[in-house]
């Protein structure tokens, strides 16, 4: 991750963090960030925004 993110640790912080959303958009690559599964947190509401946007579906 680049030094201007600092220390962030989950992935509401990096998108919320300036320039987090821009430089995740660009280098959707693998990180190793905490991550709220509760379907009322807000990191599931991005991640649901996230897999529209990209037409993402999964299958159950």
């Given amino acids: ?4 993110l600092g220390d ?3 992935l509401r912080e990096l998108l919320l963090h300036p320039g987090g959303r821009d ?6 690559t693998e990180l ?5 599964t509760r ?7 991005f991640l649901q925004r996230y897999m529209r ?6 299958h159950q």
């Fill in 1 to 4: 991750m680049p030094d201007f």
């Fill in 8 to 10: 962030v640790e989950t």
């Fill in 23 to 28: 430089w995740w958009d660009r280098h959707p």
């Fill in 32 to 36: 190793h960030l905490q991550f709220d």
């Fill in 39 to 45: 379907g009322d947190s807000m990191g599931m509401h």
């Fill in 53 to 58: 946007q990209h037409r993402i579906r999964v």
